[in-house]
């Protein structure tokens, strides 16, 4: 599977930004998708995700409230709703997606075997 993410750019904090991860080649059904960030010197860390039944989703406890994940399988798009962003949520963000992860992974970015290109997201004080 192939991912595309995009959706990103330069906000003001308290903005709000839809990402939007694009898959191809096959459908995301069965898969984790993740949303993953990497700010400047830092680690990539999760964000949000999908669990592979798609029935779940998890968020880090720093997004909780703010960002919600959202999924449209008709058109094999995963979704990343962010509001009330701070300039601390300034990073490159990532979709990824597995197939065989087992759930107590799910925030394990070296576990996801897909992932999509990065979009910048830049949010200023």
């Known amino acids: 599977v192939q991912l595309q993410a995009s959706g990103g750019g330069l906000v003001q904090a308290g903005d709000s930004l839809k990402l939007s991860c694009e898959a191809s080649?096959?459908?995301?059904?069965?898969?984790?998708v993740g949303w993953f960030r990497q700010a400047p010197g830092k680690e990539r860390e999760y964000v949000a995700g999908f669990s592979r039944t798609g029935g779940y989703t998890y968020y880090a406890d720093s997004v909780k409230g703010r960002f919600t994940i959202s999924r449209d399988n008709a058109k094999n798009t995963v979704y990343l709703q962010m509001n009330s962003l701070k300039p601390e949520d300034t990073a490159v963000y990532y979709c990824?997606?597995?197939?065989?992860?087992?759930?107590?992974?799910?925030?394990?970015?070296?576990?996801?075997?897909?992932w999509g290109q990065g979009t910048l997201v830049t949010v200023s004080s």
């Open positions: 990824a997606a597995d197939k065989s992860i087992i759930q107590s992974q799910y925030r394990n970015y070296a576990q996801y075997d897909h």
């Open positions: 080649g096959r459908t995301l059904r069965g898969y984790a």
